[in-house]
């Protein structure tokens, strides 16, 4: 258990439809990132928040968007799903802003 | 551009033979290099990590890597592996990105162990 935690763990929707994911990173961590994988992309970074403010964006769509709370929990929204956006979204945290994450279970998210 | 490849999409090893996994990276600077290990509808574990100093690193669960910057490589190994150790296995570079930092990754080694 790398003490990310992150809800839910599935998540079904239809086309169209907006869905929130939600991560609480481990305790004292003040970075948080969110990734997507998928079987034709692979692994793919989104989006970084350190204490609150964005640091790093990668392939982050902008019908997706993040925020990073006061008490450092992070939400990724995504909307106008598309059948496309059917993947895993995990969530790490590290200290600080480094190279060494702690990714959680995932959200598993379906598109039909 | 960074980047990493991992050569081998699937590899399938006998219980108790060792094991070497293959990872090549592309990256300007000095590298900060990862392995990580993800089981069947689990999230990634990380396994080993170098940052700098000795190239051998010691990890988790019995692996270690070697990094060597003259072929861009940090193979991950173990010497016996056990049935337990078949997962996916992924090799990442840390990235400086804009203000922040971000992992890219490869797209992976699934190991099989056969009895």
């Known amino acids: 258990d790398s003490g990310v935690t992150q809800t839910p763990k599935h998540l079904i929707t239809a086309t169209g439809q907006r869905v929130t994911l939600r991560c609480s990173p481990r305790?004292?961590?003040?970075?948080v990132y969110w990734y997507q994988q998928s079987l034709d992309q692979g692994l793919q970074f989104l989006i970084q928040?350190?204490?609150?403010?964005?640091?790093a964006k990668g392939n982050i769509l902008e019908r997706f968007s993040a925020q990073q709370f006061p008490d450092l929990h992070s939400e990724l929204n995504l909307s106008s799903l598309e059948l496309g956006d059917s993947a895993l979204y995990f969530c790490?945290?590290?200290?600080?802003?480094?190279?060494?994450?702690?990714f959680g279970p995932g959200t598993r998210l379906t598109v039909t | 551009a960074q980047s990493v490849t991992q050569p081998d999409i699937h590899i399938t090893v006998s219980e108790g033979a060792s094991l070497e996994l293959r990872c090549n990276y592309s990256?300007?600077?000095?590298?900060?290099l990862f392995w990580y290990v993800q089981s069947p509808g689990q999230g990634l574990q990380l396994l080993l990590k170098?940052?700098?100093?000795?190239?051998l690193v010691q990890g988790i669960k019995g692996f270690e890597a070697e990094f060597k910057r003259s072929q861009s490589s940090f193979n991950l190994r173990k010497p016996s592996v056990h049935w337990s150790d078949a997962a996916e296995y992924f090799c990442?570079?840390?990235?400086?990105?804009?203000?922040?930092?971000?992992?890219?990754f490869g797209k992976g080694t699934t190991l099989s162990v056969s009895s």
């Open positions: 305790s004292g961590d003040l970075s």
């Open positions: 990256y300007g600077a000095t590298p900060y």
């Open positions: 928040y350190y204490n609150g403010e964005e640091r």
């Open positions: 170098y940052f700098s100093g000795d190239t």
């Open positions: 790490a945290s590290s200290a600080q802003s480094d190279y060494e994450q702690y």
């Open positions: 990442a570079v840390g990235a400086r990105e804009q203000a922040g930092t971000a992992l890219i």
